[in-house]
């Protein structure tokens, strides 16, 4: 399957994580993926003093680090200057309690490791572009409902 979109022209994304290693790779994914604009932090005050003085379209906050993701997240949400942009969480697994913590925190979406370009691609255009998967509709419910054969017999 493959996700086609694009993003707007001149996407500057924010990448929060100390380790550089990581760094690197989702460096190099992002710019493969077409954001033009890629800054970097490793701390709290890196990051807020990045969303003050660059216009930052999209922040990716790895959880695991040895700063508290969650925590970050819930401070970028509670300013006033950016409490809107969007804020992918790079976690381990996606499920479970840590999980709901950060979408009760205002995560927008996850990026599991380990980190690929298709990962990258889907998550971008889930959060940027806005065409995050939606549940399969339910079935419509018929005018007559059908009948069981018990009551067919009858």
Do not use: W
Request: charged share 20%; proline share 8%; net charge neutral.
């Amino acid at each position: 399957m493959t996700t086609s979109f694009s993003l707007p022209d001149n996407t500057c994304a924010l990448l929060v994580n100390d380790v550089p290693s990581r760094c690197a790779v989702l460096h190099e994914l992002l710019s493969k993926v077409g954001v033009s604009d890629i800054r970097q932090a490793a701390t709290r005050s890196e990051m807020l003093r990045e969303l003050s003085d660059a216009p930052i379209d999209i922040i990716l906050l790895a959880s695991g680090c040895t700063f508290d993701a969650i925590q970050m997240a819930r401070e970028v949400r509670a300013s006033n200057t950016r409490p809107y942009i969007p804020i992918i969480l790079i976690v381990d697994e996606v499920d479970g309690p840590q999980a709901l913590c950060a979408r009760d925190s205002g995560v927008t979406d996850f990026l599991p490791r380990p980190f690929t370009l298709l990962g990258m691609t889907q998550c971008l255009a889930n959060t940027v572009v806005g065409n995050r998967p939606r549940q399969p509709a339910s079935p419509p419910i018929s005018a007559k409902p059908a009948l069981s054969k018990s009551a067919k017999a009858a």
